[in-house]
């Protein structure tokens, strides 16, 4: 068999973890192949050595048959490898022909030939379906646009091996389905694809074979059509996954969460929340769906204190807090798992056990009369750690900087939920987890809500909402145009309603 890329029996070791732990990668011409493993087993550091990014301890890459030595990026694209990047590396204020070239702009006449660049990219885009504007703004076009600008960088340089890391974790459903037509449509003209993703259906739907890997080992490559989501979800995690939600009928408490005609604006000053209230009793989950951009997540922030409100209240428990602080807010009983996990969730560059206590640090037992405790600290990290499984080289001691995307969302879920706060505002919570990982969350949400916590739970995965929540409130242009029960719902109905029309019951 002749193989585009192989990589074999690689190893990689970081400071207490072997990351890559004899792994063995062979990618068919022209195929789709996914690569599968739960958070941390090692996935992101075998696709940055093959992009030249890390080099590895052990092992042999070819490229062709060809061994080679992919010591930097640049030679990885010489050689046609190109790689997606889970966070876009585009320049904002730059237009798509200006990001593409980036780097190897060609002069003529002494000024940068910026229109047949355009031309070729034009050119690109129709042959594989991309419909880019060549000339417009990176700031003035969608999530799911800018990732095309990325695929457009790697044709540009003539890449045929293409590298997607977890390419549909920042996109609508809509936009997810273009991009698999994208997909389809670039190995149809002679393009390999590896395709990092933990969404068991997207590799159902659009990969050939599937490598799997757990804890650094590589575990299988298996034939997609022949292989269950269920087979590849316990070949990944090492048990039976269940994908359903196990929930008794909520028991419901008093009211603890009450929104009364909330107006919040966004960052261009345009009302995001437009008149929005509704309330959350303790013992129940609040689903809140809706097309990305409909104002959940400025609805989301207000709550959590960090966006302004222009008028109306939000009560907890009894309690008018629309002007407290963030940290009044906490104290009171709110707790907050952020969508934005870098920006709003952890400090990148502290410990993990620092990260642990971010919000308690100046609490007994974690201080007293200013001095930190660090018994302390390190025994509430370690319990952390360990009940809700975050991996990562060096436990409490690690920079949480160097955790893989899933393990760092792992630590403020496992902050957030032990708190138990009366309130807890959820958002997007499982993004880019594994299975196993989003199973044992749900598990955790709904063992809040049986102690009588409220929660509201903003997920733009419809099959996580209808799945966890009991109520599902759904949001169209800043207006809450209808609050259904979930047991009483479909997809169907959700997916009208966030297009505007009105739920089976009116909004309180
Ligand atoms: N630069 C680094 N320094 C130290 N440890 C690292 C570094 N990069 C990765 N690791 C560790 O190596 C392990 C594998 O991480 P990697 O990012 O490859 O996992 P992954 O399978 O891509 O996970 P996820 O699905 O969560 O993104 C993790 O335990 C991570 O903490």
């Given at each position: 068999?002749d193989y585009v890329i192989e990589m074999l029996?690689i190893?990689?070791?970081?400071?207490?973890?072997?990351?890559?732990?004899?792994?063995?990668l062979q990618v068919i011409p022209?195929?789709?192949?996914?690569?599968?493993?739960?958070?941390?087993?090692?996935?992101?550091?075998?696709m940055?050595i093959l992009f030249g990014?890390?080099?590895p301890?052990?092992g042999i890459i070819k490229v062709k048959g060809k061994e080679v030595n992919i010591t930097?990026p640049n030679v990885a694209t010489q050689l046609g490898i190109g790689m997606?990047?889970?966070?876009?590396?585009?320049?904002?204020?730059?237009?798509?022909?200006?990001?593409?070239?980036?780097?190897?702009?060609?002069?003529?006449?002494?000024?940068?030939?910026?229109?047949?660049?355009?031309?070729?990219?034009?050119?690109?885009?129709?042959?594989?379906?991309?419909?880019?504007?060549?000339?417009?703004?990176?700031?003035?076009?969608?999530?799911?646009?800018?990732?095309?600008?990325?695929?457009?960088?790697?044709?540009?340089?003539n890449a045929e091996i293409l590298i997607?890391?977890?390419?549909?974790?920042?996109?609508?459903?809509?936009?997810?389905?273009?991009?698999?037509?994208?997909?389809?449509?670039?190995?149809?003209?002679?393009k390999s694809?590896i395709?990092?993703?933990?969404?068991?259906?997207?590799?159902?739907?659009?990969?050939?074979?599937?490598?799997?890997?757990?804890?650094?080992?590589?575990?299988?490559?298996?034939?997609?059509?022949?292989?269950?989501?269920?087979?590849?979800?316990?070949?990944?995690?090492?048990?039976?996954?269940?994908?359903?939600?196990?929930?008794?009928?909520?028991?419901?408490?008093?009211?603890?969460?009450?929104?009364?005609?909330?107006?919040?604006?966004?960052?261009?000053?345009?009302?995001?929340?437009?008149?929005?209230?509704?309330?959350?009793?303790?013992?129940?989950?609040?689903?809140?769906?809706?097309?990305?951009?409909?104002?959940?997540?400025?609805?989301?922030?207000?709550?959590?204190?960090?966006?302004?409100?222009?008028?109306?209240?939000?009560?907890?428990?009894?309690?008018?807090?629309?002007?407290?602080?963030?940290?009044?807010?906490?104290?009171?009983?709110?707790?907050?798992?952020?969508?934005?996990?870098?920006?709003?969730?952890?400090?990148?560059?502290?410990?993990?056990?620092?990260?642990?206590?971010?919000?308690?640090?100046?609490?007994?037992?974690?201080?007293?009369?200013?001095?930190?405790?660090?018994?302390?600290?390190?025994?509430?990290?370690?319990?952390?750690?360990?009940?809700?499984?975050?991996?990562?080289?060096?436990?409490?001691?690690?920079?949480?900087?160097?955790?893989?995307?899933?393990?760092?969302?792992?630590?403020?879920?496992?902050?957030?939920?032990?708190?138990?706060?009366?309130?807890?505002?959820?958002?997007?919570?499982?993004?880019?987890?594994?299975?196993?990982?989003?199973?044992?969350?749900?598990?955790?949400?709904?063992?809040?809500?049986?102690?009588?916590?409220?929660?509201?739970?903003?997920?733009?995965?419809?099959?996580?909402?209808?799945?966890?929540?009991?109520?599902?409130?759904?949001?169209?242009?800043?207006?809450?145009?209808?609050?259904?029960?979930?047991?009483?719902?479909?997809?169907?109905?959700?997916?009208?309603?966030?297009?505007?029309?009105?739920?089976?019951?009116?909004?309180?």
């Amino acid at each position: 068999m002749d193989y585009v890329i192989e990589m074999l029996n690689i190893r990689k070791e970081f400071p207490g973890i072997v990351a890559n732990d004899n792994i063995t990668l062979q990618v068919i011409p022209g195929e789709i192949h996914a690569l599968l493993g739960e958070n941390g087993a090692g996935k992101s550091t075998l696709m940055s050595i093959l992009f030249g990014l890390y080099k590895p301890d052990k092992g042999i890459i070819k490229v062709k048959g060809k061994e080679v030595n992919i010591t930097n990026p640049n030679v990885a694209t010489q050689l046609g490898i190109g790689m997606v990047h889970q966070h876009f590396k585009l320049v904002h204020n730059f237009t798509v022909t200006e990001n593409i070239i980036l780097g190897m702009e060609e002069v003529r006449g002494g000024a940068i030939d910026i229109k047949s660049a355009a031309n070729r990219i034009e050119e690109l885009s129709k042959l594989y379906g991309l419909k880019v504007d060549p000339y417009a703004k990176i700031e003035d076009i969608s999530v799911g646009m800018q990732q095309r600008v990325e695929i457009l960088k790697m044709l540009y340089r003539n890449a045929e091996i293409l590298i997607f890391d977890e390419p549909t974790a920042v996109l609508t459903p809509q936009e997810v389905g273009e991009l698999m037509n994208i997909m389809r449509r670039l190995v149809k003209e002679g393009k390999s694809i590896i395709l990092i993703t933990h969404k068991l259906k997207e590799i159902k739907a659009i990969a050939d074979r599937c490598t799997i890997i757990r804890k650094g080992k590589g575990i299988a490559t298996v034939e997609v059509a022949e292989t269950s989501t269920e087979k590849m979800a316990e070949l990944m995690v090492g048990r039976k996954v269940s994908f359903s939600v196990q929930k008794a009928e909520p028991v419901l408490k008093d009211v603890y969460l009450k929104v009364e005609n909330l107006i919040v604006k966004d960052n261009r000053g345009l009302e995001a929340v437009k008149n929005v209230s509704f309330e959350i009793r303790g013992g129940e989950i609040l689903g809140l769906a809706g097309v990305d951009g409909n104002g959940q997540t400025e609805l989301v922030e207000a709550i959590t204190g960090l966006r302004k409100v222009e008028s109306g209240k939000i009560i907890l428990n009894g309690q008018e807090i629309q002007n407290l602080d963030v940290r009044k807010r906490s104290e009171v009983g709110l707790g907050h798992i952020p969508e934005d996990r870098h920006k709003h969730g952890l400090v990148l560059d502290f410990y993990l056990e620092d990260n642990m206590i971010l919000e308690n640090y100046y609490k007994e037992p974690f201080s007293s009369r200013g001095i930190l405790n660090r018994t302390e600290i390190r025994k509430y990290s370690d319990r952390l750690i360990n009940e809700f499984d975050v991996r990562s080289g060096q436990g409490s001691k690690t920079i949480t900087r160097s955790m893989s995307g899933g393990n760092q969302q792992k630590a403020i879920i496992a902050r957030e939920i032990d708190k138990s706060p009366l309130v807890l505002i959820v958002a997007q919570p499982t993004r880019g987890l594994d299975v196993g990982a989003i199973e044992y969350i749900h598990k955790r949400l709904v063992e809040e809500r049986d102690k009588g916590k409220a929660i509201l739970l903003f997920s733009l995965e419809l099959d996580e909402i209808l799945n966890v929540s009991d109520r599902i409130a759904v949001m169209y242009e800043g207006n809450i145009v209808g609050i259904v029960d979930s047991k009483q719902t479909n997809e169907n109905e959700l997916g009208l309603m966030m297009a505007g029309s009105k739920g089976g019951h009116e909004s309180e």
